[in-house]
């Protein structure tokens, strides 16, 4: 852990160190980095594509044991573990981790090697996010080469980002552009991907990355008709929320709830015959039936959906209802497409983010707001609406 | 047959626009592929190893002549000009474009037809005996309750994202036709002791990776009481059902984790809360399903041409031999035809066939055709006047394969023609094995015998249920083909048992002969079935004659 900032929060780190690459150079900044006692561990984490030798090559000048953490999706071309072995060779780097996808993980969710053909965000995740969370365990920096002239999401990128509260993201070459890296590799004379002279600007795993065509974006060759421009490990929590939007019937509103939310384990601490109103979150899971004695205190149950597609939500909602629980009920973490499933199941309403209310917007959602046409149970059973709130 | 209402007409039609809707909001970003994915598949539409394939719902495989008609249309105009029908009472088109599949839908809807919940973590379309209304030994027609529970589970709100897919089957008869007792929920119809009508409930069957036999949760529930326990049962599965390891999602394996007493538990304790939201009314709804399942009215004629027909023709006499059931109308018989041509691929028909049956029904059928999960066409009700026509009308069809109930008239998954997961060729066996045997002209002597084959441990193809069942896995790079014994899917349900290692490619088809040839040896008299023969005996014998040749045999 570092030892200078022992009481400074990684917020004000980062902002230190903003503040300071402003006036040095590339190598500069990564020469005192990587020799400063007030940082943590420092690693490099390279994908060993076209453009990575650069940082290879700097690391290496400075001090050649440094960390460099290379990601074998096991999906990768063969050009690009040659290519490593001749760079790790070559620039004499001694401390090269090839960090592959945990077996038992990769056996449960991807055992035929086709999951990137269906979901390739699952597939990043299992190849890419978790085995290098885990090998960044540790770690107090880690060095990337993103560059903001790459494209897509990176066009706004810092020199240094705070990554979730867990440690400092260092992105070098933020500010270098094609010209630059093309006149490093010629003035060090460095050898170039084996792919590059095959049209390759951008490379990744196999089945994900094509040629780029002249004038395309750098990254395009990825993800290819997908739109999907970052695996997943150089997400952060940009995008910052502003308020939660709440979808009724008569389409979104701002949150009027002010009282805040309690978790489901405080109910049995509060002074309920006080609380004028009260709102609590349930996890989908939660057995309703422990909060039956107490249903009746209750305003307002949010669920929480950890993922639109996990229905345990619906049917958590459902036993609300048939309990007798009447306040409000509202579900947290679904699609435009699911809210008359949400409505049918007994929820009053739907708390929406504002990148979801942007991406799907009113018109989308007031779509599904006839939930009452077309509805075969209650066709079948009409006494079944009168029972729901 | 079931007939649309106003009501259902709408609905099919609206979820083919609000479809055409996703489709066109995953092309403009407002759906990432991950939200798309599950929205497609609750309207049938797959990803596989090729391209998309959609799969279209035939409503416990019950069609008519517009229906089949507008298939072939459409099979002609979006697909190769043939359709696959599956073990699962459906069609499979392969190769649509994506932006195609809302024109597909509109097409469907306008025949009363549709994709919906054919796939996805959602209760599947319901499936049912292919011989419903007409079996001799039916005791009750399963139809109405398979509509019903249709309707009732479509679009059901709360079930759309469950761990896993589910499966209903529904069975009227004492000969369990539908494999109730390898389906999610079995609903065997039967009566009590008063003469009320009701169902004996199973519970948590299936092939796959890990086959099991449905457990028995009710001997017997009130007709009355279905809905609501159809909704405590979901329930619980929903809430307590595993959604950490997709092999282990199936409520098979949630009753076998949580035990049988402890899952009868809890859906009898939230069945008594679901039964407070249902007041009866829904049985007003099942009386007029009923009614659109009246019987046809059965003509008279004169059988003398078709016994002439029997004496004098004998393929004619070789067709009625495998090919017909016996009717509830004792004057009429249940026709099956074989889509299994000797060397075709199980389940294909042209557009041109799917034609001719469709001219075969309508003149002679009352309207009506149905399809097996055995990969098989039925005509439900023929009067045995018109059975020489029929014959002659399949004949030149190129629909007049007599081999029903016989080796050749196996089933076999997709395997690695169309299958991402296959881990081994299926059809080809199938070819193999079916060209053998009529080359071998043993097949008529050898009688009834199911031969079933999957192309990986999914079992798509029901390999555990196949008298003789054969599993296609990779072994270090090659194909390895294993054979089981003695599984059963009708009421004495079995699940088949490895008989020893695997065989190559070559080696399959050898292995098979040598089996069967050890049956025809082995067996008491020509009516002693295969399967009874192997209940007697045990592996033992049937394992020396796979064996002991000589052959050499990839160790596995
Ligand atoms: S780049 Fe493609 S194959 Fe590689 S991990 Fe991501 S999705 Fe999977
Ligand atoms: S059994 Fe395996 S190979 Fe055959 S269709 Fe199913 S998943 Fe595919």
């Known amino acids: 852990m570092p030892l200078e900032y022992p009481e400074l929060s990684l917020d004000d780190r980062v902002a230190q160190l903003n503040k300071r690459g402003r006036f040095l150079t590339t190598q500069e900044m990564l020469g005192?980095?990587?020799?400063?006692?007030?940082?943590?561990?420092?690693?490099?984490?390279?994908?060993?594509?076209?453009?990575?030798?650069?940082?290879?090559?700097?690391?290496?000048?400075?001090?050649?044991?440094?960390?460099?953490?290379?990601?074998?999706?096991?999906?990768?071309?063969?050009?690009?573990?040659?290519?490593?072995?001749?760079?790790?060779?070559?620039?004499?780097?001694?401390?090269?981790?090839?960090?592959?996808?945990?077996?038992?993980?990769l056996f449960e969710r991807?055992?035929?090697?086709?999951?990137?053909?269906?979901?390739?965000?699952?597939?990043?995740?299992?190849?890419?996010?978790?085995?290098?969370?885990?090998?960044?365990?540790?770690?107090?920096?880690?060095?990337?080469?993103?560059?903001?002239?790459?494209?897509?999401?990176?066009?706004?990128?810092?020199?240094?980002?705070?990554?979730?509260?867990?440690?400092?993201?260092?992105?070098?070459?933020?500010?270098?552009?094609?010209?630059?890296?093309?006149?490093?590799?010629?003035?060090?004379?460095?050898?170039?991907?084996?792919l590059v002279s095959r049209g390759f600007r951008s490379i990744g795993c196999a089945p994900c990355t094509t040629p780029v065509r002249?004038?395309?974006?750098?990254?395009?060759?990825?993800?290819?008709?997908?739109?999907?421009?970052?695996?997943?490990?150089?997400?952060?929590?940009?995008?910052?929320?502003?308020?939660?939007?709440?979808?009724?019937?008569?389409?979104?509103?701002?949150?009027?709830?002010q009282g805040g939310f309690h978790d489901v384990e405080e109910i049995a601490n509060l002074p309920l015959a006080e609380t004028a109103a009260l709102a609590i979150d349930l996890p989908n899971d939660f057995d309703a039936t422990a909060l039956l004695a107490h249903l009746h205190e209750i305003d307002l149950v949010r669920v929480n959906f950890p993922a639109f597609n996990d229905g345990r939500g619906f049917s958590l909602a459902r036993q609300l209802r048939l309990l007798?629980?009447?306040?409000?009920?509202?579900?947290?973490?679904?699609?435009?497409?699911?809210y008359a499933m949400a409505r049918r199941c007994g929820f009053d309403e739907v708390e929406i983010s504002p990148e979801l209310a942007a991406r799907q917007d009113e018109p989308q959602w007031l779509a599904r707001a006839n939930w009452q046409a077309g509805n075969y149970q209650q066709r079948l059973n009409p006494a079944m609406q009168t029972s729901l709130a | 047959?079931?007939?649309?209402?106003?009501?259902?007409?709408?609905?099919?039609?609206?979820?083919?626009?609000?479809?055409?809707?996703?489709?066109?909001?995953?092309?403009?970003?407002?759906?990432?592929?991950?939200?798309?994915?599950?929205?497609?598949?609750?309207?049938?539409?797959?990803?596989?190893?090729?391209?998309?394939?959609?799969?279209?719902?035939?409503?416990?495989?019950?069609?008519?002549?517009?229906?089949?008609?507008?298939?072939?249309?459409?099979?002609?105009?979006?697909?190769?000009?043939?359709?696959?029908?599956?073990?699962?009472?459906?069609?499979?088109?392969?190769?649509?474009?994506?932006?195609d599949v809302p024109d597909i839908l509109d097409a469907l809807a306008r025949v009363d037809m549709h994709a919906i919940q054919s796939s996805g973590p959602c209760i599947r379309a319901i499936t049912s005996d292919h011989f419903a209304g007409a079996a001799a030994d039916?005791?009750?027609?399963?139809?109405?309750?398979?509509?019903?529970?249709?309707?009732?589970?479509?679009?059901?709100?709360?079930?759309?994202?469950?761990?896993?897919?589910?499966?209903?089957?529904?069975?009227?008869?004492?000969?369990?036709?539908?494999?109730?007792?390898?389906?999610?929920?079995?609903?065997?119809?039967?009566?009590?002791?008063?003469?009320?009508?009701?169902?004996?409930?199973?519970?948590?069957?299936?092939?796959?990776?890990?086959?099991?036999?449905g457990k028995v949760l009710r001997r017997f529930l009130h007709r009355e009481d279905l809905l609501p326990y159809l909704e405590a049962i979901l329930h619980v599965y929903n809430r307590i059902g595993r959604r950490d390891n997709k092999y282990k999602a199936r409520v098979k394996i949630t009753l076998h984790e949580n035990g049988l007493a402890e899952f009868t538990r809890r859906v009898e304790e939230n069945f008594l809360l679901q039964a407070t939201r249902f007041d009866g009314s829904e049985q007003a709804e099942f009386a007029r399903i009923e009614a659109d399942f009246t019987p046809p009215v059965f003509k008279e004629a004169p059988v003398e041409g078709f016994e002439r027909a029997l004496r004098q023709d004998p393929?004619?006499?070789?067709?009625?031999?495998?090919?017909?059931?016996?009717?509830?109308?004792?004057?009429?018989?249940?026709?099956?035809?074989?889509?299994?041509?000797?060397?075709?691929?199980?389940?294909?028909?042209?557009?041109?066939?799917?034609?001719?049956?469709?001219?075969?029904?309508?003149?002679?059928s009352h309207d009506e055709l149905r399809v097996s999960h055995e990969q098989n066409i039925i005509l439900p009700h023929v009067h045995k006047a018109d059975l020489p026509a029929v014959f002659q009308a399949l004949r030149a069809a190129g629909l007049s394969t007599a081999n029903i109930g016989l080796i050749s008239d196996l089933i076999a998954c997709p395997g690695m023609d169309y299958c991402d997961l296959a881990t081994a060729r299926s059809t080809n066996v199938a070819q193999g094995i079916a060209k053998r045997f009529d080359a071998l002209k043993l097949e008529h002597d050898i009688g009834h015998l199911k031969l079933k084959i999957s192309g990986c441990i999914n079992a798509c193809g029901h390999h555990h249920i196949g008298h003789i069942g054969i599993l296609g896995l990779e072994k270090s790079g090659v194909e390895s083909y294993q054979i089981t014994l003695g599984g059963d899917g009708s009421e004495n349900a079995a699940i088949g048992k490895p008989i020893g290692p695997g065989f190559g490619p070559e080696q399959i088809i050898p292995a098979i002969?040598?089996?069967?040839?050890?049956?025809?040896?082995?067996?008491?008299?020509?009516?002693?079935?295969?399967?009874?023969?192997?209940?007697?005996?045990g592996p033992a014998p049937f394992k020396t004659a796979i064996y002991h040749s000589g052959e050499q045999i990839n160790a596995a």
Request: aromatic content about 10%; overall charge neutral.
């Open chain 1, 32 to 105: 005192q980095l990587l020799e400063d006692p007030g940082c943590g561990p420092i690693a490099l984490v390279s994908s060993f594509g076209a453009e990575s030798a650069v940082l290879l090559h700097m690391i290496a000048q400075i001090y050649t044991a440094t960390p460099v953490i290379f990601l074998d999706t096991e999906m990768l071309f063969a050009e690009t573990i040659e290519y490593q072995q001749l760079l790790a060779q070559k620039f004499g780097l001694s401390d090269v981790r090839r960090i592959t996808p945990a077996r038992a993980a």
């Open chain 1, 110 to 194: 991807d055992s035929e090697n086709l999951l990137h053909r269906h979901n390739r965000d699952a597939c990043c995740a299992l190849r890419k996010s978790e085995p290098l969370e885990k090998a960044l365990k540790g770690f107090d920096i880690w060095i990337s080469g993103r560059k903001r002239f790459q494209g897509g999401v990176r066009k706004a990128l810092a020199l240094f980002e705070n990554e979730q509260d867990q440690r400092i993201k260092f992105n070098p070459l933020a500010g270098w552009d094609r010209a630059d890296i093309a006149a490093y590799f010629a003035r060090h004379d460095l050898p170039r991907h084996p």
């Open chain 1, 214 to 257: 002249p004038g395309e974006d750098e990254r395009a060759g990825r993800w290819r008709g997908a739109e999907k421009t970052e695996c997943g490990i150089h997400f952060g929590p940009q995008g910052a929320a502003t308020a939660n939007v709440v979808m009724r019937d008569s389409g979104f509103a701002g949150d009027d709830w």
């Open chain 1, 324 to 338: 007798g629980f009447c306040g409000r009920l509202r579900a947290k973490g679904l699609l435009a497409d699911q």
């Open chain 2, 1 to 99: 047959m079931y007939r649309y209402t106003p009501f259902d007409k709408a609905f099919v039609g609206e979820r083919a626009a609000q479809f055409r809707d996703q489709v066109e909001r995953r092309i403009s970003g407002a759906l990432s592929e991950d939200e798309f994915r599950p929205l497609r598949l609750m309207n049938g539409l797959y990803l596989l190893l090729h391209a998309y394939m959609l799969r279209i719902v035939i409503p416990y495989g019950t069609l008519d002549s517009r229906q089949m008609r507008a298939l072939a249309d459409i099979s002609e105009r979006w697909d190769k000009g043939y359709a696959h029908f599956t073990t699962r009472q459906n069609i499979q088109l392969h190769w649509p474009a994506l932006r």
């Open chain 2, 138 to 213: 039916e005791v009750d027609d399963p139809r109405p309750t398979a509509e019903f529970v249709r309707q009732w589970s479509t679009d059901h709100p709360e079930f759309a994202f469950l761990p896993r897919k589910f499966k209903i089957a529904v069975s009227g008869s004492g000969a369990d036709r539908a494999a109730t007792s390898f389906h999610d929920i079995g609903l065997k119809l039967v009566r009590n002791g008063k003469g009320a009508p009701g169902y004996e409930v199973s519970v948590g069957g299936g092939l796959g990776r890990t086959p099991m036999i």
């Open chain 2, 315 to 364: 393929l004619f006499r070789s067709f009625c031999e495998t090919n017909l059931a016996r009717h509830k109308a004792p004057d009429h018989a249940i026709v099956t035809v074989s889509l299994k041509a000797h060397g075709a691929t199980p389940g294909d028909a042209s557009a041109a066939q799917m034609r001719a049956l469709a001219d075969i029904a309508q003149q002679w």
């Open chain 2, 513 to 537: 002969e040598r089996l069967v040839m050890a049956y025809l040896a082995l067996r008491e008299d020509a009516d002693e079935g295969f399967l009874t023969t192997y209940r007697r005996l």
